[in-house]
């Protein structure tokens, strides 16, 4: 009898403690709640920088996609959306799931990375080239040009990610606005053929190259940096592809930060983009990423750093990403890539 | 009396309605005479049935969402997964499953053979020893296997520092990252359900039989194929399915040694949001699993072999002469393969990761989330299985037994269609709760509560009925008989269930990774993403955790088959 | 009035063709103790649980004090109806005191007075002292008056009990029927008992309730019911017979046999002239010069008695032989010729 009540008295204190810590977890007005697409080993740190500085909690969820933004419209759950892409960051605010923003710091980044309502704003970009082995091939016999990659003398040389990730996108909406869809979609099947290795993400590519499993690869260029620090398998260079005269320059994209319209907790969120406009988070933004800080103002925080200003760099605005967003998915699949690994 | 005389003359009016009575009013006695036929004519408390009706429809609203939005993906999108994606996915996974079904089956029953009948070293230690795979969620398996064989892994590069191998084989010759790596992790962990069962049926084997047989003149293997093995069929059935369901359903091994079956292509479409064609491949897979189910009631139906109890002698133990060191390696091996080589790569990893720092306030707030998310979820299931098992047991009926089965729709079907309906169901219609901690609690409550359920039913079948009506009789309504009377005696199994649903809720991936609200993840969710991103010395610690957490009803099992 | 009423009780089971219980109607008085006896399948049981509310009848009422707790329309549930059962395996808590136990049924009061009534019961039904042990810490008999005394603590206006008897074994069964017949009348209770065990039923019952196939046979005392029981089902369900069938003589007092002349106790009103008559076993007895004779066939001896198996001489030898008592300090030889009267008080007519 006394044992029973006891057991009873146990569950119901437990049940009791249970909701107690869950309510006080839940429901939280001044929380602020993250949605981002970016390497949460970037992101991360960021983020209790800026809860330790002003108090706010935020609640995050890694490896979030915009158009889980899409899907909550009716029940919108994010304030800020900090994305890889800025094709993903312009197609929200077209859709009208961003919201503009006018607080203070807005000016330290150029016009053109940011939207034309300040809905998003661009920190650090990156761009697309071929980190190599150089026990492999030398930097000589490397592809100079995103074209080469569809000659027959590369064919088995190189790995690519799969058609779905983000990066992968972001390459293929830039040749489409450079080549038109036809010959993108030539592109795309031919490098589906060539490559020797088709990957989920651009980390496994870069530490196949440095274990020399394929001579290069089609990465974004702070995976060579990261390469570069790793203990063994760090001996490769890295090829910012279309250079020479008449070409059309490196792809680029950025990573930013978008004010996400309706939100729950629109106080912080503009509290945490003013914030993170300041010169010092800007560079905590760019972080271990090895991405470049788009201020000019800003030195990057590593060496080897090459310099936008020092690259030529496709022409296309990085807003124009955005139009592609949508339906360049389906190219690259029409084009025989998967979006995922089979 | 005389108006109870009226009652009854009217009660065999009514059957023949009189044309000026009103119709609605003769449905309605129509119904309720149903309604009482259905139950016997005893039907449960309001509050009893309603109880259990709510959680029977809590249980399978989601899936049934499911299908629903699957019927509604529109013809073109069917055709063209029809055409591609389905025929595929059907090979890869139909392989799968044909292939870890048959080799872990083969393990399974030579190994508890080896162990039961034979002179064994150790055979008593053996016996629970090889059941030990069960506490290693198979993703942890894999994320040690990716370890250990993948590229840039520890055979890898030892395979480079040996010359002469490059030499004879040339490059390292292991994909792990295939079909054959798949195969491997999930035959290695999913062997013990067979070993369980097989064990305990070698061991309920009647040695008459086997007397007879050799008194006609049999040897031991004769004896093996003609007497044993049709024994042991049902055993192996059941095992061979419990382990075609479990490949059907896993995504952490699929997902993380980047091979594509169902589950992880629901997965992948809906992290790219393509909701309506995951609820396609969902309704394939759901059919498919189906299928599997079907064949286990049909088999079951067919092979029910009753053994007599009362003449029941020990099964003997062979000698196994020359063959001993074979056997004794083979036993050996497996045992490696499945426990012990996991757990050195897991320990080395985690003690790399505690030196690194990685049990920081981030790491504990996952564990405090794993163990605050799998707790509530076991409370719950304590508390919803009570109405269904008492409804089931005391109030048989087609109703009754319905919401029972409802309530398995969650258990049978793989973690990520539950999920996929629980984001269709919550987003749409309980905003309230979307994205919350309550969210990933009542998935787990739907995928695990049939546990509680069967732990609760086990002890429920031992107290009499005429305890119940005892109670009753002495004024308590039936509600407040399973509080005071029912609880208290079944307390024990319900505890039990609780524990079996707190450990596979800790050890539950998918739905919790698809359901995860921000800044919410658990001890399971790390393992997957950190060991994806290959920061295995944070993997590693989170992942002998919840192997620790595991061990606690390993002994529950072990009594259980 | 009657205290509790049953008015064409009526139970089908599901998809059943035959009623479980048929057009039952009984009347019981308060205070009164009911035995329902027969043959297992007979309906006694489900009679009871309809009673306690645990079966709803297909059709009827039934009434307990002022109050209908099941008609056509409304159904009273059993915690409702005030009533105390005692089970066949007797349902004690196992993990509840026996005091509990005893108290389980006085919810509603008031602490000191739940005390007090548990006393009370302990007292009535010998266990005092008992109160803080566990069931499995009492014998057979013990629990089978714990179980009583937890029916009797809420004071219900009907005591039932499901076989009460027969978990018990054959001492502790003899003392039980005593004691639970003692409880009762102490108590005042009006209870119906179910039981398949005609000694049972005739120790502890003013009248005893024979029931077959859901129809009741015959209501009356059990006096009564054994020396006069209305058809074969009751005359053979209760103790051992012998049917007789003969031809009633224009005297009323006698029936016609093949072996002879059998007087019958009273004149009886019926206008039959094929009858069949029950002679019980102990109602013949060895005579010296008897007025019936036979062969005896068989001896058994029983302890008590000795069973002899007589065949009778009589022109037809189709018939089954005689059953007959005889004491047990008597010589038989089997073989032998017998000679016995008939004690017309242990002879029916049944239908």
Known sequence: MKKSIKSLMFIASLMLLVILVTACGQGDEDELVVYSSRNERFVQPLLDKFSEETGITVRTLHEADALQLKEETGNVQADIFISNDIGALEYLRMEDLLASFDGEGVETIDAPYRADDNSWIAISARSRGFIYNKDMITEEEMPKTMEALMDAEFEGQFAITRGGNGGMIGNVSALRNEWGDERTAEWVEAIKDNAGGIYSGHGDIRQAVGAGEHPFGLVNNYYYHQQLEEPNNNNVGFIYPDQGEGDMGVIANAAGVGLVNGAPNEEDAKAFIEWLLLPENQLEFVGESLEIPINADLEPPYEHAVRFADLKVQQMPLKDLGKYFEDTKELIEQSGLDLELR | ??????????????????????????????????????????????????????????????????????????????????????????????????????????????????????????????????????????????????????????????????????????????????????????????????????????????????????????????????????????????????????????????????????????????????????????????????????????????????????????????????????????????????????????????????????????????????????????????????????????????????????????????????????????????????????????????????????????????????????????????????????????????????????????????????????????LAVRVYVEANESFYYLAAPAALIIILISIIPLRYLLKKY | MSYIQLDHVTKYYNRAATPAVDQLTLEISEGEIITLLGPSGCGKTTTLRMLAGFEKPTGGSIRIGDEIVCDDRRSLPSEKRGIGMVFQDYALFPFLTIEKNIMFGLNKWKLRDKKKRVREVLELVGLVGFGTRLPNELSGGQQQRVALARALAPNPKVILMDEPFSNLDAGLREKMRLDVTNILRKANATAIIVTHDQKDAFSVSDRVVVMNEGIIQQIASPKEIYRCPVNCFVAQFVGKTNLVSGRLCPDLKHVETHFGRVCVPQQTNKELENVVVSIRPEGCRLAEYGRYSGIVERATYSGEYQELHVRLQSGDHSNQPMVIYAPVEQEIEIGRAVTFNITPELVALVN
Not at chain 2, 208 to 232: C, D, H, Y
Not at chain 2, 235 to 248: D, K, N, Q, S
């Open chain 2, 1 to 522: 009396m005389s108006e109870d005389d009226q009652n009854y003359h009217q009660l065999n009016n009514d059957n023949n309605a009189k044309a000026g009575e009103d119709t609605s009013l003769a449905v309605l006695r129509f119904l309720r005479r149903k309604w009482m036929d259905s139950w016997h004519g005893n039907p449960p408390g309001k509050v009893l049935f309603l109880l259990g009706l709510l959680t029977g429809l809590i249980m399978s609203i989601p899936i049934i969402y499911v299908i629903w939005q699957s019927l509604f993906a529109g013809v073109d999108r069917w055709r063209r997964l029809l055409d591609d994606r389905i025929p595929q996915l059907l090979l890869n996974t139909f392989s799968l499953t044909v292939a870890v079904t048959l080799c872990a089956v083969l393990i399974g029953v030579t190994l508890s053979w080896i162990v039961v009948r034979t002179d064994i070293p150790g055979r008593k230690i053996w016996q629970w020893l090889l059941a030990l795979p069960l506490v290693i969620p198979p993703y942890v398996g894999a994320m040690t296997y990716i370890i250990v064989l993948g590229p840039s892994g520890w055979v890898q590069n030892a395979w480079r520092e040996v010359s002469w191998l490059v030499n004879m084989f040339g490059e390292y010759p292991i994909d792990i990252y295939s079909f054959w790596g798949v195969f491997f992790v999930l035959t290695m962990f999913t062997y013990p359900y067979v070993f369980l069962i097989a064990s305990a049926s070698l061991r309920k084997m009647n040695r008459n039989f086997e007397e007879i047989a050799r008194s006609q003149g049999m040897n031991t293997r004769q004896i093996f194929w003609k007497v044993n093995l049709p024994f042991l069929r049902p055993a192996i059935g059941a095992g061979a399915i419990l382990i075609a369901l479990y490949v059907l359903s896993d995504f952490g091994v699929i997902a993380m040694m980047r091979y594509v079956t169902f589950t992880a292509a629901i997965y992948f479409q809906r992290a790219s949001f393509d909701t309506a064609s995951a609820s396609i491949l969902s309704l394939v897979l759901m059919l498919l699993t189906i299928v599997i189910l079907w064949v286990e009631v049909k088999t079951r139906r067919k092979s029910k072999y009753y053994q007599t109890a009362n003449t029941f002698k020990e099964p003997d133990i062979l000698s196994l002469g020359k063959w001993k060191i074979p056997a004794l390696i083979y036993v050996c091996v497996i045992f490696f393969v499945s426990v012990v080589l996991p757990i050195i790569v897991l320990v080395y990893w985690s003690a790399i990761g505690i030196g690194r720092g990685a049990l920081d306030a981030r790491f504990f707030g996952f564990a405090w989330n794993s163990l605050r998310v799998s707790l509530f979820a076991s409370l719950l299931c304590m508390v919803l299985s009570m109405p269904i098992i008492y409804l089931k047991s005391r109030y048989p009926s087609v109703i009754s037994s319905s919401i029972d089965k409802l309530s398995y729709a969650g258990y049978a079907l793989p973690g990520v269609i539950v999920a996929l309906g629980m984001i269709f169901v919550f987003n749409n219609h309980l905003p309230a709760l979307y994205n919350t901690f309550y969210m990933v609690a009542i998935a787990l409550v739907i995928r695990f509560l049939p546990q509680a359920m069967q732990a609760g039913e086990a002890s429920l079948s031992l107290v009499s009925p005429r305890i119940d009506e005892a109670a009753r009789s002495l004024g308590h309504p039936p509600w407040k008989v399973m509080i005071k009377v029912i609880l208290p005696s079944i307390l024990p199994g319900v505890l039990a269930g609780g524990a079996l649903v707190f450990v596979s809720s800790i050890k539950e991936l998918p739905a919790t990774l698809m359901l995860r609200p921000p800044g919410f993840d658990t």
